[in-house]
């Protein structure tokens, strides 16, 4: 008799489980304890086992796709059984059968085309999840176009996250058939990307029975002249005025790297203009950085001038990361109730002890490193700050993973120090510096803004004073810190100069009581205020 294989619980926290890889397929034999599948959970790529045997008669959720857990993920049975009454009962419960986000209340995605249905050597190629938290991407830039031919291993297209910019290469051979999103254009993840398959094939059917979202839509409506100039220009100019100032045919393709891009907007420079030194003549940042701010290669002003008193704006797309940005931490100010804990610490001993520490050859460290190292260690000694909200159990993480919020061009990202607490201030200092910089280039990885336990946001070197943050979740708490400033003080009933440092922690007050993060800051006092303790 067929039995139904559900979508796994294989971690407490798993709401939905991506199949990464099928180790067996439709007619196998399977045994029991035979591995089913690989499972992606929020946390681990995890070994599925069988504990039922027979033949695997029918797959529910394909190698990529997502599924909620207790959803059909297969049927095992007797060879030959009939089960479409097993079927035919899924399909009225509502089932995840893809990790599309608009067809999560579908067992299928019924405008897509099965690969029973596609054409011999024809490949769908759909926007890739490429970060935990991506919901939709951004083509940045086009390195293949139609007609092209496409080794497994090129790179197709590069394609903006929410967290990063990044290449996607092309797992298949062929020819790149139809690209079914603009460069500049979003779709949600799972949307039609491409199709490659062998020369010549007719692949019009397949593309118009992919349902694409109302951003991959508008590129029917937007001629080939138009997309080869940047939003910014088509704002700033007709695409006359463009023509006849640049003296260029705008169906020329132009290659140019998501930053010298952006750069070439923010500057006012027409691209047009520009000889491009990277790959196949491809712009990339040095062939803009010595350019006039306000004049192309060419010398025509590019700069906009308008009558006295009329009104004008610029408009600037979201970003895939100003997106989540927003989506994040609305649902984290609106979702966890945040209070606030003001105090004010003596940096006399903190300041002499930089400067001791740091008199030892080839090291530095930052006084946001020995913050770094306070927290980690009050954290341990203070594990429901450390903790995380569940509708019916608290989880108090015994290790410290801290986010440092670093400020990049498009927003914020938040790298982690992973068990800061067992790190000594170099080492911090050091991972820090490093995702500093990665992150402003945007070469982090996903798995390096992932897990953190507890949030530092440093506005100190800004010269902000005092400031309070939303709580990065699932995190209970977020620690400001602000500028160290020399102000007058009363030490020992007299009134001397000294240097202060405000800081604020924002809780959580689902988790985190106002006594429970009043004791958490006077052990960090401690730390901050006598550093040498960090030490022992």
């Known amino acids: 008799m067929a039995e139904i294989i559900n979508m796994p619980r294989l971690s407490d926290t798993m709401e939905e489980g991506t199949v990464a890889t099928w180790l067996k397929k439709v007619g196998d034999k399977i045994e029991e304890g035979d591995i089913l599948a690989e499972i992606e959970t929020d946390k681990a790529t995890m070994e599925f086992e069988s504990f039922n045997e027979g033949t695997l008669l029918y797959i529910g959720v394909e190698e990529g796709g997502t599924a909620k857990v207790d959803t059909l993920l297969a049927i095992i049975g007797e060879a030959g059984e009939d089960i479409s009454a097993h079927l035919n009962a ?5 089932t995840v059968a893809n990790n599309s986000t608009e067809n999560k209340t579908e067992t299928t995605n019924k405008n897509a085309v099965t690969p029973q249905e596609l054409p011999e050597g024809v490949i769908v190629v759909t926007m890739p999840r490429l970060s935990d938290t991506m919901e939709e991407g951004t083509v940045a830039s086009w390195l293949k176009q139609v007609g092209d031919t496409v080794e497994e291993g090129d790179i197709l297209a590069e394609i903006e ?4 910019t990044m290449e996607f290469e092309s ?3 062929g020819t790149l058939l139809y690209i079914g999103i603009s460069e500049g254009e979003s779709a949600k993840v799972d949307a039609l990307l491409a199709i490659i398959g062998p020369a010549g094939t007719d692949v019009s059917t397949i593309s118009k029975n992919f349902k694409l979202n109302d951003s991959a839509q508008t590129k029917e409506t937007v001629s080939k002249n138009e997309a ?9 100019h007709t695409k006359q005025e463009i023509s006849n100032a640049t003296g260029t045919n705008t169906n020329k393709r132009l290659f140019i790297s998501p930053l010298a891009k952006k750069i070439a907007e923010e500057k006012g420079i027409n691209i047009n203009q520009i000889q491009g030194s990277g790959e196949n003549g491809r712009i990339i940042k040095r062939d803009l950085e010595n350019l006039n701010a306000t004049t ?11 009558p006295t008193g009329q009104e004008n704006f610029d408009e600037v797309k979201h970003s895939q990361m100003r997106k989540v940005i927003a989506k994040r931490l609305g649902e984290s100010k609106f979702t966890a109730p945040h209070y606030y804990l003001n105090v004010e610490f003596d940096m006399e001993n903190a300041i002499a002890f930089r400067k001791q520490f740091n008199s030892i050859p080839d090291t530095k460290i930052s006084y946001n490193d020995m913050i770094v190292k306070a927290c980690a260690l009050a954290l341990k000694q203070h594990p429901q700050v450390n903790s995380r909200w569940y509708d019916d159990k608290m989880q108090l993480n015994n290790h410290v993973h801290i986010g440092v919020a670093v400020a990049v061009e498009d927003g914020l990202v ?6 800061a607490n067992e790190q000594n201030l170099p080492q911090i200092g050091a991972a820090v510096k490093d995702y500093a910089i990665r992150s402003r280039n945007r070469k982090l990885t996903p798995q390096e803004m992932e897990g953190s336990t507890f949030t530092i946001s440093n506005l100190g ?17 977020i620690l400001s810190v602000g500028a160290i400033v020399q102000k007058p003080v009363v030490k020992e009933g007299k009134l001397v100069v000294g ?21 958490f800051l006077q052990t960090l006092k401690g730390y901050i205020e006598n550093p040498i303790t960090m030490l022992v």
């Open 171 to 173: 797992f298949n051979e």
């Open 90 to 94: 899924v399909e009225t419960t509502p």
């Open 414 to 419: 938040v790298p982690v120090v992973r068990f």
């Open 296 to 306: 192309s290669a060419a010398g025509m002003t590019t700069a906009k001038f308008v």
């Open 228 to 236: 080869s100039v940047s939003n910014t220009e088509m704002k700033s």
């Open 161 to 164: 996250t929410d967290k990063a």
């Open 461 to 477: 070197m800004f010269g902000i004073e005092s400031f309070t943050s939303i709580i990065n979740q699932p995190n209970s708490a």
């Open 499 to 519: 240097n202060t440092m405000k800081l604020t922690l924002a809780c959580d007050h689902r988790t985190v009581d106002g006594a429970t993060g009043s004791l």
